[in-house]
């Protein structure tokens, strides 16, 4: 299968479901996809997510008191609302109008660091007012920064800005996920 990039859609937010609807429309609904650039390459979701979720492991890894804190202090982590808890380990439910990935991101690298959640309070990591905020996509480094796209991207919030980088730190792994995004369609 062949498929032509027709922009660098960025973050979608409230606005996923509305989107989708639209790309249905105008391309028809299997003649479409979200894929991501990794260098020359062009990675479809699971391995953009792969990626993503190796960002939290890496900064996990590196940041032991962040890592004991957050085993100790929660007992699980959520994004827009508390129901994000029940995907577990899935990518792929997704109960809300956002997308919520980075909980999954961050449960899936807590495992894989040989750890689990033992303490009794669940985090939100959505809201810079909420202690979980330090384990935002927009705060985390990215462990690859040298991946992240530089080219400009759609604003479809119309805000004018990205909020990742006007919040968070440079060549975070929010960056990597919104910036190397890319909204591609199929080639007859």
């Not at 260098?39 to 492991?57: N, V």
């Not at 995907?87 to 919520?100: C, F, I, K, M, P």
Request: net charge neutral; with cysteine.
């Amino acid at each position: 299968m062949e498929w032509k990039t027709i922009e660098k859609p960025g973050y979608f937010g409230d606005k996923r479901n509305e989107l989708y609807s639209e790309w249905d429309s105008k391309f028809g609904k299997e003649n479409w996809r979200i894929a991501w650039q990794w260098g020359r390459m062009i990675l479809e979701r699971r391995d953009a997510l792969q990626i993503y979720e190796d960002g939290y492991y890496e900064f996990l890894k590196s940041n032991m008191a962040t890592l004991d804190w957050l085993i100790t202090t929660a007992s699980n982590v959520y994004d827009t609302a508390p129901s994000n808890v029940a995907a577990g380990l899935s990518y792929d439910v997704q109960e809300t109008s956002n997308n919520h990935l980075h909980d999954v991101a961050i449960r899936r690298a807590v495992l894989r660091t040989g750890n689990w959640f033992s303490g009794d309070k669940l985090i939100e990591i959505r809201s810079p007012d909420k202690e979980g905020w330090k384990l935002s996509p927009c705060m985390v480094p990215f462990h690859l920064p040298s991946m992240i796209s530089k080219e400009p991207i759609k604003d479809y919030r119309g805000k004018g800005y990205l909020w990742w980088e006007k919040r968070g730190v440079a060549d975070s792994i929010e960056a990597f996920y919104q910036r190397n995004k890319l909204l591609q369609t199929k080639i007859d």
